[in-house]
């Protein structure tokens, strides 16, 4: 039997897998039922995007739906170097993101962006940012928009030698 969570899922997958901006993405278990995962594509180092339901998180916003977008890494190498270039250009991450979901025609709540960069239980380093509203719409942006800003930091585009 399909979840509504599931269901959602499989509705964002197939409105990103026309885009060709991740490798092939998957439906996942996840900590908090199933997740979409999205591999970055021609990253330095392995790195992917997540769409996942964390309804008991203490972090999630006050009404908050839950639903968290994210980039994580086992690479140490790779997260430093997105630091190193937020910092060395003088970026604020929410920012970035807030311009591409502009970009995208987003005009939704959850404006500037909030975003937490933490190393997580299972060693990912990971920057994640809550979705204010849960439908697959909202959520695709919010993944399009992830990956735009991520993608010209650091080393998530790598570089011909």
Do not use: C
């Amino acid at each position: 039997m399909t979840t509504p969570l599931e269901t959602l899922l499989r509705d964002v997958q197939a409105r990103l897998e026309p885009t060709h901006a991740f490798g092939t993405i998957e439906l996942r278990a996840g900590i908090g039922g199933p997740m979409l995962v999205a591999p970055a594509k021609a990253s330095a180092d392995v790195a992917f995007y997540r769409l996942e339901h964390l309804p008991a998180d203490p972090a999630n916003p006050p009404g908050s739906p839950g639903l968290w977008v994210s980039l994580v890494t086992p690479s140490r190498w790779l997260s430093e170097s997105i630091e190193s270039d937020l910092v060395e250009h003088g970026d604020d991450l929410g920012e970035l993101v807030e311009d591409e979901l502009v970009e995208l025609g987003y005009e939704g709540q959850g404006l500037p962006p909030t975003f937490q960069h933490y190393r997580s239980p299972d060693l990912l380093y990971t920057f994640r940012t809550p979705i204010p509203a849960p439908g697959a719409e909202t959520a695709t942006t919010w993944m399009r928009a992830y990956e735009q800003a991520f993608r010209r930091l650091g080393d998530m585009e790598e570089k011909p030698e």
